[in-house]
């Protein structure tokens, strides 16, 4: 059974850091595209950053220059690095990946496209 665990998230100050990771257990198939989304009650859940298989990343403009998202796919293994943290980026995030049984190298996903997604984990950033 494929599993995505987050970890990582927490409570900070503005201003403060903090690093998500996600963990993809469970397959045996590839993972293409993966990224990060999250989600504030009562708003739509929007992408953070995304990247493709060999590590090409697309960001939200809301975090462009603040936030770092790479993976190690020999630990398939996603990473965030927030940096410059904002009260405007509590949310839960969520990790997500395309699971399939090809490999698909250099193309990003459309969010329908993710068919494996994490729980989410929290990130308070406090003013």
């Known amino acids: 059974q494929v599993q995505l665990v987050e970890s990582g998230g927490g409570s900070v100050q503005a201003g403060g850091s903090l690093r998500l990771s996600c963990l993809v257990s469970?397959?045996?198939?590839?993972?293409?595209?993966m990224g990060w989304f999250r989600q504030v009650p009562g708003k739509e859940r929007e992408a953070v950053a995304t990247?493709?298989?060999?590590?090409?990343?697309n960001y939200a403009d809301s975090v462009k220059g603040r936030f770092t998202v790479s993976r190690d796919n020999a630990k398939n293994t996603l990473y965030l690095q927030m940096d410059s943290l904002k009260p405007e980026d509590t949310a839960v995030y969520y990790c997500?990946?395309?699971?399939?049984?090809?490999?698909?190298?250099?193309?990003?996903?459309?969010?329908?496209?993710?068919?494996?997604w994490g729980q989410g984990t929290q990130v308070t950033v406090s003013s």
């Open positions: 469970g397959s045996t198939y590839a993972t293409n595209c």
């Open positions: 990247t493709t298989k060999d590590g090409s990343a």
């Open positions: 997500a990946a395309e699971i399939r049984p090809w490999v698909v190298v250099g193309r990003h996903c459309f969010e329908g496209e993710y068919n494996y």
